[in-house]
């Protein structure tokens, strides 16, 4: 009998324990998915005023960047 008792007692800890766990894990995701989004926000905001700083450059880098990636994937097949 008592010994029903301290496993019950044994269980409710652990399922504390889990509880407290569960809360501070939670906790920390959320605090770090914050901290990424804002970071991606960030580098998003930055690459966009470089583009519009000098936009032709980005297409002209593009252009060349799609040749490269179209002549390397034909010549495969000549």
């Given at each position: 009998?008592?010994?029903?008792?301290?496993?019950?007692?044994?269980?409710?800890?652990?399922?504390?324990?889990l509880s407290e766990?569960?809360?501070?894990?939670?906790?920390?995701?959320?605090?770090?998915?914050?901290?990424?989004?804002?970071?991606?926000?960030?580098?998003?905001?930055?690459?966009?005023?470089?583009?519009?700083?000098?936009?032709?450059?980005?297409?002209?880098?593009?252009?060349?960047?799609g040749v490269l990636?179209?002549?390397?994937?034909?010549?495969?097949?000549?």
């Amino acid at each position: 009998m008592q010994e029903e008792q301290q496993e019950q007692q044994e269980i409710k800890e652990i399922k504390n324990t889990l509880s407290e766990l569960t809360a501070k894990f939670e906790d920390k995701y959320n605090e770090l998915s914050e901290s990424i989004g804002k970071a991606v926000i960030e580098k998003k905001e930055s690459a966009e005023a470089k583009v519009n700083e000098n936009p032709l450059a980005y297409v002209a880098g593009a252009l060349v960047g799609g040749v490269l990636v179209g002549y390397l994937l034909g010549r495969g097949k000549g």
